[in-house]
């Protein structure tokens, strides 16, 4: 069954600290990996997206690994801001259909001052 | 700016009620999603459209339905409300040339409520 899981569900962190999201998934045949950001109230917005041969893909002070031999994602956070408050996501594509996606029920981070 | 929105932002009614939530965008793009989501689950999808005047079920289509007369729009209706489709929708784009698990562009989203 075509899963994506992530963890942890909540994350509560210091502002200027760096944090580190998990994401594992059971899609086959992969195609690509995003992680969204979502912000309270808003949907959601794509921070990065990598194929099976990239193995990681930076956007500012968010860096994406993946390791598609284990099937798992991160998502690091550098010197977290109040701004990164919100649900990162992340979605795993099939390699066809453009609505063969899956979506984990996401990451909710809240940074505090 | 091209952008997509969502109208209502926010909806309440009552049980047996049709309602339809409004998509617009303006990227010009050949595909189309609906999306609700819920606490304890990823988003799910509802409808698709890859065009004007096709419409596909999603994984969770039972009681909503959708229509393409345009590209700039895609309206989902629930036929008669009930209260385990109270959610938050979103609507979403893409660009349509074939490329698969293109960029998805989410609309602000809807929050429904029926009592």
């Known amino acids: 069954k075509n899963q994506v899981e992530q963890s942890p569900q909540s994350l509560i962190i210091l502002e200027g600290k760096n944090c580190t999201l998990q994401?594992?998934?059971?899609?086959?045949?992969?195609?690509?990996l995003r992680w969204y950001k979502q912000d309270t109230g808003r949907g959601p917005v794509s921070l990065t997206i990598?194929?099976?041969?990239?193995n990681t893909k930076s956007n500012g002070r968010y860096t994406a690994t993946l390791d598609a031999d284990t099937k798992q994602s991160s998502l690091h956070i550098t010197a977290s801001q109040l701004s990164d408050s919100a649900s990162y996501i992340c979605?795993?594509?099939?390699?066809?259909?453009?609505?063969?996606?899956?979506f984990g029920t996401g990451t909710r981070l809240t940074v505090i001052p | 700016d091209a952008e997509i929105t969502q109208s209502p932002r926010h909806k309440i009614t009552e049980t047996g009620r049709q309602v339809t939530l409004a998509c617009h965008q303006t990227?010009?793009?050949?595909?189309m999603f609906w999306y609700r989501q819920d606490l304890g689950h990823g988003l799910r999808l509802i409808h698709y459209?890859?065009?004007?005047?096709?419409?596909n079920k999603g994984e969770v289509s039972d009681g909503y339905s959708v229509s393409r007369s345009n590209t700039e729009d895609l309206p989902l209706t629930l036929e008669s409300a009930a209260s385990s489709q109270t959610s938050v929708y979103f609507c979403?784009?893409?660009?349509?040339?074939?490329?698969?698990?293109?960029?998805?562009?989410f609309g602000p989203g809807t929050r429904l409520l029926v009592l």
């Open positions: 979403a784009s893409s660009l349509g040339r074939g490329r698969v698990g293109e960029t998805q562009y």
């Open positions: 994401c594992n998934y059971t899609v086959s045949p992969f195609s690509n």
């Open positions: 990598m194929t099976f041969s990239e």
């Open positions: 979605v795993v594509s099939l390699q066809a259909g453009a609505n063969n996606l899956f």
């Open positions: 990227w010009n793009h050949n595909n």
């Open positions: 459209s890859y065009g004007v005047q096709d419409t």
